[in-house]
């Protein structure tokens, strides 16, 4: 299979309280990318992502490591980020490899306590988020005071690019606030599809205000786009897109959108935002070499830009067993990897040859020849590499920074 090129890449986590609503997105995201034929609901017990229950069962990975889902040509590499509190080391781990996260809150809570320390983490790896308010389609649904949440908990500058239409059982869409024009979804079942409509005559008075707000705070990022927007009073759809991509990745803002995963509402948008908004390998600084010995966190280090053309190095973030052996998940960050190769662990000092790799999709693995900077593929039988190790050329054997783990402990006596 050809490589995608780094720019139609997406390495991004989902993040959530839990129950909040992360497997369900998640699986109609990988419902919507074709990857998955039938969905699987959480309460049957039988979710892609859910895969240690079923691994225990069957004696099968469908692993939720990191799954790989196609959108319009664009590679989604999805990495799990486990939700729980108890698993902040692990939720440090793969924050360090993604490029970029949806960050789901609930549309009758708001941002939970648990979302709050989430939110921290990501703060702390810069990785840029949009943020999804999810449930809208249940009893005391409010998009709005949900969204003030993200004020209130968080402090965070949000800016809407969607607004519900109607709400609780009456969700019928959202107003897209970057091309101005609604989108009405037909029916329930799985697949659904939507239709452009004019806005609703009722949301007018709303949707100028939030439109407004948008223009505001996006052109905001861009001094060509703040000229546009002066001269003209507006700015075309194409310098909006761009100017909300990059307040999105420097974190100057938080675009939200909204739906309802469960109802099928809001997912397609939601992909489309993940392809405009978040960024690509290459869009990314790269990734720091480990401190020398003797050098603390601060000291100034070399960067390792994300290019195929360098030596090889890359990060192992996650270790799974299954019946065929050790599937250790690496996200590359230089160079081209081949089968048969041999690289070194500059962690442990010794080296590895690489034997097979492979994608993980929602319902098959996909063997690959190689793997490029900026992708991500499971490497089975490698011999002692653990979570956290970097694997590198023996012509540049550089160890990546590592993991910022342990999570402080906070003393609560
Ligand atoms: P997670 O813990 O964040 O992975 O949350 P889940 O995806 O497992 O969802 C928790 C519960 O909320 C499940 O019973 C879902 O069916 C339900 N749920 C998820 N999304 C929605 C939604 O958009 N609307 C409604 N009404 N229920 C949802």
Redesign the pocket.
């Known amino acids: 299979m050809a490589h995608s090129p780094l720019e139609k890449i997406r390495n991004i986590g989902i993040t959530?309280?839990?129950?909040?609503?992360?497997?369900?997105?998640t699986e109609r995201i990988l419902y919507y990318t074709g990857k998955s034929h039938k969905i699987g609901?959480?309460?049957d017990g039988n979710t892609t992502t859910d895969y240690m229950e079923q691994e225990r069962e069957r004696g099968i990975t469908i692993t939720s490591a990191a799954v790989t889902a196609m959108w319009n040509d664009n590679r989604i590499n999805i990495i799990d980020t486990p939700?729980h509190i108890d698993f902040n080391i692990e939720v440090n781990r793969s924050l360090r490899v993604l490029d970029g996260a949806i960050f789901?809150i609930e549309g009758v809570a708001g941002v939970q306590p648990q979302s709050e320390t989430n939110w921290r983490l990501a703060d702390r790896y810069n990785v840029p988020r949009i943020i999804f308010i999810?449930?809208l389609?249940?009893t005391g649904a409010d998009f709005y005071k949900a969204a003030a949440t993200l004020t209130e908990k968080l402090g965070i500058n949000w800016v809407a690019l969607q607004l519900p239409i109607g709400i609780e059982d009456q969700l019928k869409g959202v107003v897209d606030l970057v091309e101005m024009k609604a989108l009405i979804w037909e029916g329930d079942e799985l697949g659904a599809k939507y239709h452009e409509a004019p806005i609703p005559a009722d949301m007018a008075d709303k949707v100028a205000e939030y439109r407004q707000k948008l223009l505001d705070t996006a052109v905001g990022v861009d001094e060509t786009a703040m000229e546009e927007y002066f001269e003209k009073g507006d700015v075309s759809v194409e310098t909006l897109k761009r100017c909300i991509k990059k307040g999105t990745i420097s974190g100057e803002f938080r675009p939200v959108l909204c739906g309802?995963?469960?109802?099928n509402k809001g997912v397609q948008p939601l992909l489309d935002a993940v392809i405009d908004y978040l960024p690509s390998p290459v869009d990314v600084e790269g990734i720091k070499v480990a401190p020398e010995e003797g050098q603390d966190e601060t000291a100034e280090r070399r960067i390792i830009p994300v290019k195929p053309e360098g030596p090889f190095a890359g990060l192992a973030f996650k270790i799974i067993n299954d019946k065929y052996g050790n599937l250790t998940f690496v996200r590359v960050y230089s160079g081209v990897l081949r089968q048969g190769d041999m690289v070194m662990n500059t962690t442990k000092g010794h080296k590895e040859r690489i034997g097979r790799m492979f994608q993980m999709h929602a319902d098959k693995r996909e063997e690959i020849k190689e793997v490029i900077a900026g992708d991500i593929a499971a490497f089975v039988g490698l011999k002692d590499t653990g979570t956290g190790d970097t694997l590198a050329s023996q012509e540049d054997p550089v160890v990546l920074e590592r993991m910022a783990f342990p999570v402080p402990v906070i003393d609560i006596s």
Do not use: L, M, Q
């Not at 959530?16 to 997105?25: L, N, Q, V, Y």
């Not at 309802?260 to 109802?263: L, T």
């Open positions: 959530a309280h839990i129950d909040a609503g992360k497997t369900t997105t609901e959480v309460h939700g789901i999810n449930k389609d249940r309802s995963a469960f109802k």
